[in-house]
């Protein structure tokens, strides 16, 4: 018997309001600055093989 998609996300929601979760959105725009910052800086001191080094 298939899953319905929206069951399925109803029930994860639920369960995020139960143990309080919260999304990672901070987490997750820290890390984009961390890896923004350190490309950027490869890629001025190296060219293009400092970018893929700094990523």
């Avoid at 996300?9 to 997750?28: D, I």
């Avoid at 820290?30 to 001025?44: E, F, I, K």
């Amino acid at each position: 018997m298939p899953v319905n998609v929206d069951d399925v996300m109803q029930l994860l929601c639920h369960l995020s309001q139960v143990k309080g979760m919260k999304a990672a959105v901070k987490h997750s725009a820290q890390g984009a600055l961390v890896v923004g910052a350190t490309a950027l800086l490869g890629g001025l001191l190296g060219g293009p093989l400092g970018i893929a080094v700094g990523k």
